[in-house]
T-cell receptor, first 113, second 115 residues
Framework: QKEVEQDPGPLSVPEGAIVSLNCTYS??????FMWYRQYSRKGPELLMY????GNKEDGRFTAQVDKSSKYISLFIRDSQPSDSATYLCAMSGLTGGGNKLTFGTGTQLKVEL | DGGITQSPKYLFRKEGQNVTLSCEQNLNHDAMYWYRQDPGQGLRLIYY???????QKGDIAEGYSVSREKKESFPLTVTSAQKNPTAFYLCASTRAGVSGANVLTFGAGSRLTVL
């Protein structure tokens, strides 16, 4: 079993829909949780970053962490065709550098007109 | 603008050849990383370096080599010993010493295809 599980999709939604992307994990030491967005043939870019449990909102994006269930989510409101990309979750514990990041496999999202 | 430059964007290699992928950053970041991305497998760490003239193996270092002679540069060589080198390679960097906040900045990637 992988430390981080993420449904690969593809997930196809109509423009304007609310999108929910999720990851589950097994390592209770994870404290930092990130969402990266990756357009086709490009490098990932940081979208959201949260520490421990709770919610964080940035414009149309909301990141949610439920450590008791080992479950994190990214919600996209009023989805746009420009949101079509692969979304990667990533997480790490309190110590260590980028070498301690564990990534999900990514969920491919397509927002259709 | 600050960022990470990877080159070449696309590279074709014959079996048995070594190839070197370039990664340059002007972010003044201390730590640099090489990841490999394959469909359905997510990002896997190949090598990383937290300081000049020092680097560490990641999870899948076999068949790869790196050097870190300058803070700005972290080239990756894919050797003929790498049995399945066709993949998308990503270079990343971050400031060292930021405990837990492992927020990486990525380059645009290099796609290597072995013919």
């Amino acid at each position: 079993q992988k430390e981080v599980e993420q449904d690969p999709g593809p997930l196809s939604v109509p423009e304007g829909a609310i999108v929910s992307l999720n990851c589950t994990y097994s390592n209770s030491a994870f404290q930092y949780f990130m969402w990266y967005r990756q357009y086709s043939r490009k490098g990932p870019e940081l979208l959201m970053y949260t520490y421990s449990s709770g919610n964080k909102e940035d414009g149309r994006f909301t990141a949610q962490v439920d450590k008791s269930s080992k479950y994190i989510s990214l919600f996209i409101r009023d989805s746009q065709p420009s949101d079509s990309a692969t979304y990667l979750c990533a997480m790490s514990g309190l110590t260590g550098g980028g070498n301690k990041l564990t990534f999900g496999t990514g969920t491919q999202l397509k927002v259709e007109l | 603008d600050g960022g990470i430059t990877q080159s070449p964007k696309y590279l074709f290699r014959k079996e048995g050849q070594n190839v070197t992928l370039s990664c340059e950053q002007n972010l003044n970041h201390d730590a640099m990383y090489w990841y490999r991305q394959d469909p359905g497998q997510g990002l896997r760490l190949i090598y990383y370096s937290q300081i000049v003239n020092d680097f560490q193996k990641g999870d899948i270092a076999e068949g790869y080599s790196v050097s870190r002679e300058k803070k700005e540069s972290f080239p990756l060589t894919v050797t003929s010993a790498q049995k399945n080198p066709t993949a998308f390679y990503l270079c990343a960097s971050t400031r060292a010493g930021v405990s837990g906040a492992n927020v990486l900045t990525f380059g645009a990637g290099s796609r290597l295809t072995v013919l």
